[in-house]
């Protein structure tokens, strides 16, 4: 049962198509740090591999055929992409799902305010996340807002190298007995995430002129108003692109790998698949950090919609039909799973835990303690996969998410079982889950986007 790191049966030829893909997933993650920007990211690519929108399908009253490949937007936040197979949808398709929001801080509606001749953003914390982690970090301002005429006017601050960043101050060491006593968990609270934006008053202002100087630039630079404020949807992310990180450039330092270090190769794969003859997907959703609610999480009935549309678009519109293709489905909920850290060995069991570099990692359950709230894949699946990964050459490996009393986590997976089909979780292990810098194994990655590949050729 031991297993060696995927890295040792590289040829020099192999190692440097790891290398390759893993530029190419950098550059995503680097430039997809909230849901809109990783959908935006991956239409591009999707169009440029000939991928085409339902909505203008639907709209021309064009008939969908084996081949097709076609994708769908749910409010700029949800893709799906199908790649139409040789069998009637009925049979099943073999789907990737995985998640593309990851742990934040939110702008509150009405966030700006002054306090001591300083601006500040109040704010609201997105996901599970530590606190204490986001503090003295040079942080982003990404999102959109959208204005009464209609208009939505996108926003970055603090990527370039001639942007300004923002940032959290954290209370400085000379004066923290109190706070140095307190638990990890309110070491610093939730409402004390105040991001500090400026300091010099607008001139002849009497009142907040601070705060007025802020607003002045946000209208000069993007038109907005401090009303604004509550249509926007703007996100406190750390700045600064993902890097190579250990001397030997062999795993990869940034925001967001939980979850779109599945996303990328998830939706690359269908890159990969020529004429495949079950339907292949990968589905993309958003809010999977805080329930996979709302109408572009998991729970929503957009993708079941999307495949009754696809279904009558393809002359074989019906309400069983639609039953079937969902229940003869196969699926991979690609996502994350933590990975060994030799400074905390206590919280895994050494026998059922994921390790970086030794490639994809599936989960046949998640949930917590008893494996509550889990998907459970049954064992006629799990060998079935053992088949198309061994197959294939994937290096793989299987965990659980820490020792059975410690905690656990959940995936889109058992929302997905409740159509009754076959569904585990699969993905990359990552080190600092959560953290705003998390670190992964390129060699993990590329096994991954093997295995999907692999996955969605099975017939």
Known sequence: MER?????????EEKQNVFDFAEGYRKFL???KTERECVKLAVEDAKAHGYVDIEEILRDGRKINPGDKIYGVCMNKMLAMFHIGQEPLEKGMNILGAHIDSPRIDLKQNPIYEDTKLAMLDTHYYGGVKKYQWVALPLALHGVVAKKDGTVTEIHIGEEASDPVLGISDLLIHLSGDQMQKKASVVVEGEDLNVLVGSIPLK????EPVKKQILSLLKEKYGMEEDDFISAELEIVPAGEARDYGFDRSMIMGYGHDDRVCAYPSYQAMFAVENP??????LLVDKEEIGSVGATGMHSQYFENLVAEILYASGEESSIKLRRALMNSRMLSSDVSAAFDPNYPSVMEKNNCAYLGLGLTFNKYTGSRGKSGSND???????????????????????????VDQGGGGTIAYIMANYGMEVIDSGVAVLNM????????KADLYEAYRGYVAFLEDK
């Open 30 to 32: 680097s430039k997809g």
């Open 434 to 441: 959560h953290a705003p810098w998390e670190i992964i194994s």
């Open 204 to 207: 002849d202002e009497e009142k």
């Open 277 to 282: 003859v079950r339907t292949s997907v990968a």
């Open 4 to 12: 060696k790191t995927a890295w040792e049966k590289y040829s020099q």
């Open 377 to 403: 894949a049954n064992a006629e699946y799990m060998a079935r996969i053992r088949r198309i990964m061994d197959d294939a050459n994937v290096s793989w490996q299987t965990a659980e998410l820490g020792k």
